[in-house]
């Protein structure tokens, strides 16, 4: 009797939730204790692009769009939804566009995710509603070191908080019921790029009241319990400091390591703000939710270069403890080095998510195919996505994207099942003529073609003992034996394909001229000479090895 009065409550409870039978988007560990994004159980993993910042905020603006998104191949958009546009008057809600870009994407077979540009974006107020930016004594500004307001909203305002929580709470609310049978949105990014700019902490007087006041026990705990875990930084500037476990954010952390003390303070509050926000909206509509960064550039490290106290590697302790509610912590990876910036953020449990990549703004137009097959393979990545995806002077019909999305998509059930087994890497050209991929008894060798840098890329994932699956462009693959009893290698079949309906289809078997005549490697793509290759030409292989004896 208990257990079906317990079905029956369960099923008032889906039922007053307007949820449907199938499972929500989540956040799931696999078996190699990886964080994956999953739904309708199985692994998604995004080849997607983030819209630039205005392109949606109307539908007809969108309208032109959604066919060349398509024609790219990818399987997600990134997109923003604004809270002026969301909330042109208090507690008055329009939900047209929200609705209008659902239902364009499903047209399409898109998946969606929501950029919430709320009350900070890239550090600046900039879409926050006109009624709030209006009344300053109800949600104040920041204030800079001459005393003057600066056009940051204040994040150490309960009322900024509860109000932009209630609007949050009311979109989510709004998705679950026009969106839980179908769920086109995936995600919802809370914030984009908080942090402070220009100073590395609000001079306003309740700032500094607060600054002067002892730094939360809860944090304080956090640190002393997780020492070997915590940024070393952070842990290195405490013990200077006597490892205090109370005292002001100064008296802990000091301002001598670029301003430490200031960021972990605005990083507290910015974290505070969103964990509040996160909460009212998954109470609403318990989907997963995450927060980006803008990155610190080698050149500027000083908090208020880069927006201070933003969810950057060197806060990254800071929000995962301050704001459980969200799930992941991403990185917008325009970096030079790209490399080491996916490693800053690949620690304490945190999936590698990037949302935007690619500096368009720098002359970078050609990386996103290096970059996506890079980040997926060797960081078992949850999401790659170039930002202005919908600038179609670049990201048109022509460009490489377009065919390295193809052979991603094709290689995505893989990709998501070898996730964290140590089976899968990738390899990127980024300054290095070759790369070394080490699988213990055997190593694979990569020769890019040529020096230009992101030309040459791809993956490759071990099927079994002798057998591995090599993708990639512009490079020369071969492999050398680690066992002394058997030095040699030769080759056994080497098979160009893809997969059909989860079956290996082989479309050419390789040797002679295609395969560096069968003693070199294999070149990829397998062309006769380079003159014939194009960008669209990336090779997937199934290369079976025979170790040989001296």
């Known amino acids: 009797m208990k257990k079906v009065i317990s079905i029956f409550l369960l099923c008032l409870l889906s039922a007053g939730l307007g949820l449907s039978a199938r499972d929500l988007p989540k956040i799931v560990k696999n078996k190699s204790g990886v964080k994956q994004l999953v739904l309708d159980n199985k692994p998604y993993v995004m080849l997607a692009g983030e819209l630039m910042n205005s392109s949606a905020s109307t539908l007809e603006s969108m309208a032109p769009k959604w066919r060349n998104l398509k024609n790219l191949n990818l399987n997600t958009v990134l997109l923003a939804v604004t809270w002026e546009q969301l909330e042109p008057e208090e507690g008055k809600y329009d939900f047209t566009v929200v609705d209008g870009l659902i239902n364009e994407a499903r047209k399409y077979d898109l998946k969606l995710v929501f950029l919430w540009f709320g009350s900070w974006k890239n550090g600046s107020s900039g879409y926050a509603p006109y009624w709030v930016m209006k009344d300053t004594k109800r949600f104040p500004r920041m204030r800079g070191q001459?005393?003057?307001?600066?056009?940051?909203?204040?994040?150490?305002?309960q009322a900024l908080t509860d109000i932009e929580s209630k609007a949050f709470?009311?979109?989510?609310?709004?998705?679950?019921?026009?969106?839980?049978?179908?769920?086109?949105?995936l995600m919802v990014q809370v914030e984009n790029e908080v942090g402070l700019l220009g100073d590395s902490r609000d001079r306003s007087l309740k700032a500094e009241e607060l600054f002067r006041k002892d730094v939360p026990e809860e944090l304080v705990k956090?640190?002393?319990?997780?020492?070997?875990k915590i940024l070393p930084e952070i842990i290195g500037q405490w013990k200077v400091n006597g490892k205090k476990t109370q005292g002001s954010w100064q008296e802990l952390f000091g301002n001598e390591s670029h301003n430490l003390a200031d960021e972990m303070f605005m990083g507290w509050h910015y974290a505070r703000h969103i964990q509040q926000v996160a909460s009212a909206g998954k109470e609403a509509y318990p989907i997963p939710m995450f927060v980006n960064a803008w990155t610190i550039y080698p050149k500027d490290p000083i908090p208020g270069k880069y927006p201070s106290g933003g969810p950057n590697a060197r806060m990254l302790d800071i929000y995962q403890l301050a704001a459980p509610a969200i799930d992941v912590l991403a990185v917008d990876n325009y970096n030079e080095d790209y490399i080491s910036k996916l490693k800053e953020y690949d620690r304490n449990d945190n999936p590698v998510f990037v949302p935007e990549a690619v500096a368009l703004f720098r002359g970078e137009k050609w990386s996103g195919p290096a970059k996506a097959f890079y980040t997926l393979a060797e960081f078992d990545a949850m999401c790659f996505s170039p930002f202005a995806i919908d600038n179609y002077s670049v990201y048109n019909e022509k460009h490489p994207l377009k065919a390295a999305y193809e052979v991603l998509g094709n290689l995505l059930p893989l990709i998501a099942k070898e996730q964290g087994t140590g089976r899968m890497r990738g390899f990127m050209q980024e300054g290095n003529t070759s790369d070394r991929i080490d699988f213990g008894d055997y190593e694979m060798h990569v020769n890019y073609h040529t020096a230009e840098p992101y030309e040459g890329y791809g993956l490759v994932i071990r099927l079994s003992e002798d057998e591995f699956l090599v993708s990639g462009y512009s490079v020369n693959i071969s492999f050398s034996s680690k066992n002394k009893k058997r030095p040699g290698i030769s080759y056994g079949t080497i098979r160009?394909?893809?997969?059909?309906?989860?079956?290996?289809?082989?479309?050419?078997?390789?040797?002679?001229?295609?395969?560096?005549q069968g003693v070199g490697g294999v070149k990829m793509p397998p062309v006769y000479t380079n003159e014939e290759k194009t960008p669209d030409l990336i090779t997937t292989v199934i290369v079976k090895l025979i170790p040989v004896e001296p």
């Not at 001459?146 to 305002?157: A, R």
């Not at 979109?171 to 839980?180: C, P, T």
């Not at 956090?222 to 070997?228: D, L, T």
């Open 222 to 228: 956090y640190i002393s319990k997780n020492e070997k």
């Open 146 to 157: 001459d005393g003057g307001n600066l056009p940051y909203l204040s994040n150490f305002t």
């Open 496 to 516: 160009e394909g893809r997969f059909v309906n989860g079956e290996w289809k082989t479309l050419r078997y390789l040797g002679g001229d295609e395969a560096m």
């Open 169 to 185: 709470s009311a979109l989510m609310s709004h998705i679950r019921q026009i969106d839980s049978a179908e769920q086109t949105v």
